[in-house]
C-alpha cells in the first residue's frame, strides 16, 4: 500500500533552536516530493523535490531528499516563533496521484 | 486575487442537510483537486479533474458526494444527506500540468461543521 509517514508528529523547541522533520515513503512509481507549511488555513509550498542529493534552500529553510533511503528531511536553523506550523510531506506517484503525510506540528516558544 | 477562492469560508449545517462547496481556481490552471483535512491529519485526496473532466475519484468519495466543474473552469462540491462524520476542512487545490511535477496551489478552505 503506498503511504507516507512523517516524524515527529508534533514537536516543540525555542527560539534559536535546530529542527530536523522526516518524511518516508513507500510509492509506485515516485516522481516528486513536496514540503508544505500549513498554518492556520491553506497549505503554503516551500519545496519541490525530484532529485535526489541536491539540496533546496530558502532562507532558513532548506531540504534534501535520498531517493535511495525513501525519504526526505526539513531542516530549519534558528527557529522563530512564526515558523510555528504544521509542516505537510506530499509524494507525488504514478500518473496524477499525490499522497500527505499527516503532518508534524511544529510549535516554536518564545 | 489571483489564488485559489473557496466558498464559503465556515458552514454550520444540520445532519441530513444538503451543502455546496464552490472554488474557483487560478484561471490559467486546468487540473482542479479536492481534498478533506480532518484534525491532525495531512489532506485526503477526494477527486480530481481536468478541464471539465472528472478524471478520479477516491474510495472516499461516498455516493452522497459529487463534484462538478462544468465549464473547466470553477467546481462545486456537493455533500447530500450530510453526517457529522463530514466534518471536516474542504480543500481545493489546482495546478497547471501533472500536481506532481508541479505542485498544487491550494484554496483557503471550507470548513464544514455538521451538527
Known amino acids: 500500500e503506498d503511504k507516507v509517514v512523517q516524524s515527529p508528529l508534533s514537536l516543540v523547541v525555542h527560539e534559536g533552536d535546530t529542527v530536523t522533520l522526516n518524511c518516508s515513503y513507500e510509492?509506485?512509481?515516485?516522481?516528486?516530493l513536496l514540503w508544505y507549511k500549513q498554518e492556520k488555513k491553506a497549505p503554503t509550498f516551500l519545496f519541490m523535490l525530484t532529485s535526489s542529493g541536491i539540496e533546496k534552500k530558502s532562507g532558513r529553510l532548506s531540504s534534501i531528499l535520498d531517493k535511495k533511503e525513501l525519504s526526505s528531511i526539513l531542516n530549519i536553523t534558528a527557529t522563530q516563533t512564526g515558523d510555528s506550523a504544521i509542516y505537510l510531506c506530499a509524494v507525488g506517484y504514478n500518473n496524477n496521484d499525490m499522497r500527505f503525510g499527516a503532518g508534524t506540528r511544529l510549535t516554536v516558544k518564545p | 486575487d489571483t489564488g485559489v477562492s473557496q466558498n464559503p469560508r465556515h458552514k454550520i449545517t444540520k445532519r441530513g442537510q444538503n451543502v455546496t462547496f464552490r472554488c474557483d481556481p487560478i484561471s490559467e490552471h486546468n487540473r482542479l483537486y479536492w481534498y478533506r483535512q480532518t484534525l491532525g491529519q495531512g489532506p485526503e485526496f477526494l477527486t480530481y479533474f481536468q478541464n471539465e473532466a472528472q478524471l478520479e475519484k477516491s474510495r472516499l468519495l461516498s455516493d452522497r458526494f459529487s463534484a462538478e466543474r462544468p465549464k473547466g473552469s470553477f467546481s462545486t462540491l456537493e455533500i447530500q444527506r450530510t453526517e457529522q462524520g463530514d466534518s471536516a476542512m474542504y480543500l481545493c487545490?489546482?495546478?497547471?500540468?501533472?500536481?506532481?511535477?508541479?505542485?498544487?496551489?491550494f484554496g483557503s478552505g471550507t470548513r464544514l461543521t455538521v451538527v
Open positions: 487545490a489546482s495546478s497547471f500540468r501533472q500536481a506532481s511535477n508541479y505542485g498544487y496551489t
Open positions: 510509492v509506485t512509481n515516485f516522481r516528486s
